[in-house]
């Protein structure tokens, strides 16, 4: 489809437990970006996939995150011993290629109680 | 790594009026910067792009402008309407890394 779909759209976990999320990129599209936005709108670049394969994970805590992005299947970011501070809408985008413009999912918003 | 400012962080405009948005860049390497618009709630929307091989985009009421030279890009939106009313975000990317960094974000306001 044309969408990026992201489910849940609302997760809430207590501290310490994990939460998993899920991206399926527009059909086509090789690469997939996952961003962390707070409340203060900035957005914090975490991973990117081009295909299944990790591109840059510069932006990933990688203590409890972790990201895939397998064939046939939604790319999906998981945290593992969630913390307060990872209350946050995760945005998933993708892009047919190298210099085209990203294409957000409607993002799944964390709260961590 | 890239840094992008954005300015101002708010903005209230006259309906009819002109908004102007500016972001400064400071990799020199950066080649492609897109503008987004976000309403309260939802997505990010790509409203408007440019490489680094074109001064300025135009696209209806909204126009992007850029000066290499001194790593600024602006977002122009004349004959403001209140659903222009929304957080807009400049963002910069290079070839071969293609991570967007985005600016903090300006709300603007459209008054009636």
């Known amino acids: 489809g044309e969408e990026v779909a992201q489910t849940p759209k609302h997760l809430v976990r207590g501290e310490g437990q994990k939460a998993k999320l899920y991206c399926a990129p527009i059909k086509g599209h090789s690469y997939v970006f996952w961003y962390q936005q707070v409340l203060k709108n900035e957005f914090k670049f975490l991973i990117s996939f081009q295909n299944e394969n990790v591109f840059d994970e510069t932006g990933m805590p990688k203590e409890r995150f972790s990201a895939k992005c397998l064939p046939n299947s939604p790319c999906s970011l998981e945290i593992q011993a969630t913390k307060l501070e990872d209350s946050a809408v995760y945005f998933c985008?993708?892009?047919?290629?190298?210099?085209?413009?990203?294409?957000f999912g409607s993002g799944t918003r964390l709260t961590v109680v | 790594g890239e840094n992008v400012e954005q300015h101002p962080s708010t903005l209230s405009v006259q309906e009819g009026d002109s908004a102007v948005i500016k972001c400064t860049y400071s990799?020199?390497?950066?080649?492609?910067f897109p503008w987004y618009k976000q309403e309260l709630g939802k997505r990010p929307q790509l409203i408007i792009d440019?490489?680094?091989?074109?001064g300025e985009k135009k696209d209806q009421r909204i126009a992007v402008t850029l000066n290499k030279t001194a790593k600024h890009f602006s977002l122009h939106i004349t004959e403001t309407q209140p659903e222009d009313s929304a957080v807009y975000f400049c963002a910069a990317s290079w070839s071969g890394n293609e991570k967007l960094t985005f600016g903090t974000g300006t709300r603007l306001t459209i008054i009636p």
């Open positions: 440019i490489r680094s091989n074109v």
């Open positions: 985008a993708s892009s047919q290629s190298p210099g085209y413009g990203y294409t």
């Open positions: 990799d020199s390497a950066s080649n492609y």
